[in-house]
């Protein structure tokens, strides 16, 4: 099969190398020259079955000298209260560890790694329009500029896989983006230099504080950079004045934070202005998408690298097993499921106290302790997960899926 891909993010890398590995040509189309800075930099361990399967594993990772995450760390606002969730404490089968990546660099070695599986590298080069096929037999024709803005050039490929990120780029052709997403939140963040650590966090550690204005991240990237960022109501951002300013004056809310920046603040300081938004078609006649070109919910337990290489990487297999015009809705069941979990796990963070109760208790049940742990790590289908039995009871409950997915 010919495959195109618009986008070289960790979704179309990774769909680009599954497909190359399976032997079918690939027609790779990314905007920008990469290295490129990109947010998102705290992975998950079930990220790295995925990396293995397309040839790079851990070791090659560990060999770019990343940061081992060994645990996610959660603290609740002015109120002294810390929990860790270390992965090696998770359920059997799930990895205990990762990495937390500088996305500039990261994203170019899955890049280059589809490159030298034989992907065909078009960059930097702009889809500018695609034509869908309404009926079986019939290819879709991406349209892109060739470097020059204004060209148009036509190759016929069998099959599109849109991995063009928050730019969404076949949803905003069809229509069928709702950027009026369901939390209406917004964020500013930024590289800072080494920060100390946390009360009890351990060095590697995402540490993410809780408090009534939203959220906050510190990722160690290296021993001397760390990414942080505040997740606020969108609102907040929008009437706060430069992004600067805005996360200046919204320290305030985050006084742990505040006191280990000492004075520090990111430059420069990046904003998304509008983080959920809600794609209603992710897959159609010989087109899907994957990662943040299906929609986006909210970064809190870094889910958006693991959600759009695992959708490339299932993609690959299953279009490799039906070919272009089969039958795809045990993909899209797949990848619907993922995004459920997560968007019920998130519901239950912004849902008043419940998280509260659960993450910062003492007496916790040890199994629903051990499913949370698997949850953190990225594994959305463990049977033997009381947490995740529980979270599915609540979708079922709140027809989460229909929320978020119809
Ligand atoms: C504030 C914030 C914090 C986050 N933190 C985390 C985190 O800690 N961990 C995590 O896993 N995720 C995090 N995310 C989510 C993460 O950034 C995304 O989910 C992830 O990058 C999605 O990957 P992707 O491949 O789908 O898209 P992207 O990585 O965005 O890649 C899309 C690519 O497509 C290219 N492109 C777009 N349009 C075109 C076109 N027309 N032609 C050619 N190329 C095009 C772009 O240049 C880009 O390189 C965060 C998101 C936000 C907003």
Redesign the pocket.
């Known amino acids: 099969m010919r495959i195109g891909i ?7 890398s990774v769909a680009a190398a599954t497909f190359r590995r399976l032997g079918h040509e690939v027609h790779l ?4 020259v990469f290295p ?1 800075f ?7 361990p079930c990220n790295l079955p995925i990396y293995e399967g397309i040839g790079l594993p851990a070791s090659a990772l560990a060999a770019q000298g990343y940061m081992p995450k060994l645990a996610a760390y959660f603290e609740l606002v002015n109120h002294n209260k810390t929990c860790r969730f270390p992965f090696a404490d998770g359920l059997a089968g799930d990895p205990p560890s990762i990495f937390q990546v500088e996305r500039s660099h990261f ?1 170019h070695v899955l890049l280059k790694h589809a490159v030298s599986l034989g992907a065909k590298l078009y960059c930097p ?4 329009k695609v034509d869908l096929p309404e009926k079986a037999g019939v290819c879709p024709v991406i349209h892109h500029d060739d470097g020059t803005p204004g060209k148009d050039v036509a190759l016929e490929v069998d099959f599109i896989v849109d ?5 969404t ?1 076949i949803g905003r052709q069809l229509g069928i983006v709702d950027r009026e997403g369901d939390l209406m939140r917004a ?1 500013v ?1 930024g590289h800072v230099a080494a920060l100390p650590l946390a009360p009890n966090a351990q060095r590697g550690d995402i540490v993410i504080s809780k408090c009534p204005a939203g959220w906050s ?1 510190q ?1 160690p990237l290296t021993d001397t950079k760390w990414s942080v ?1 505040l ?1 606020l109501k969108r609102d907040e951002v929008i009437k706060g004045g430069t992004p600067a300013d805005v996360f200046r004056a919204n320290l305030t809310h985050f006084p742990e934070l505040k006191g280990r920046l000492n004075g520090q603040v990111p430059d420069p300081v990046r904003s ?1 202005p509008n ?1 959920s938004y809600r794609v209603r078609e992710r897959v159609g006649h010989r087109w899907a998408l ?4 299906g929609g ?1 919910i909210d ?1 809190i337990f ?7 290489t695992r959708a490339g990487w299932r993609l690959g297999n299953a279009l490799h097993k039906l070919g272009a015009d089969g039958d795809l809705s045990e993909w899209k069941g797949q990848t619907d499921h993922d995004l459920a979990t997560f968007f019920s796990f998130i519901r239950l963070w912004y849902d008043g106290h419940f998280i509260d109760n659960l993450f910062f208790s003492d007496n916790r049940e040890p199994s629903i302790y051990q499913g949370i742990i698997s949850l953190l790590a990225g594994n959305t289908t463990n049977l033997d997960n009381k947490f995740l039995a529980m979270l599915n009871r609540r979708m079922l409950a709140n027809k989460t899926k229909t929320l978020i997915l119809n």
């Open positions: 618009i986008g070289g993010g960790p979704g179309g189309f990314e905007a920008e490129r990109h947010i998102g930099e705290s992975l998950l994203d080069v702009r889809v500018v991995a063009s990120g928050r730019d780029f964020a963040y991240w990722i960022g997740v998304t983080i994957i990662g943040d070109a986006f970064p870094s889910s958006g690298v693991l959600l759009a």
